[in-house]
């Protein structure tokens, strides 16, 4: 189940009311989130590409790596449009998006093509 939370605040700086709507905005001045609601956060995938054309790889985090594959198979402007079309060779699913974050560092950081497909074989972990 998804849950987004709406929380409205006043410009005396209180807060009104939380609403369930298809966004999230927040202020400075947000309180915590219920504990419900940090617990029904989405998750979030670690994914890796791999370009049809050529030797190269791409790393990247969402909640819908598919839906991600098909932005850079036809809209994205940047890295992934030179190396057309993108394959997804790995996922692996994170309970938040600060952790499927900081596991991509931690592959980008490896800078090392061998550590990269042991870990897409399954023989490497992170």
């Known amino acids: ?6 929380i409205a ?3 005396r700086k209180e807060v ?14 947000c309180p915590p989130l219920p504990q419900n ?3 029904n956060a989405e998750p979030y995938y670690l994914y890796i590409l791999k370009s049809e054309t050529a030797d190269r790889y791409y790393f990247g985090i969402s ?3 598919h839906r ?8 994205e402007k940047g890295f992934t449009s030179r190396y057309r079309p993108w394959t997804i060779v790995f996922t692996k699913e994170f309970p938040s998006k600060a952790e499927a974050h900081a596991a991509e560092t931690k592959i980008k950081g ?16 992170m």
């Open 63 to 65: 909640s819908n790596p």
């Open 68 to 75: 991600r594959l098909e932005y850079h198979n036809s809209f």
């Open 9 to 11: 605040v006043s410009q």
């Open 1 to 6: 189940m998804q849950v987004r939370i709406l």
């Open 110 to 125: 490896w800078k090392s093509r061998r550590m990269i497909e042991q870990l897409i074989a399954g023989d490497a972990t």
């Open 37 to 39: 609601v940090v617990e």
């Open 16 to 29: 009104l009311e939380y609403a369930a709507l298809p966004f999230f905005v927040c202020t400075p001045f």
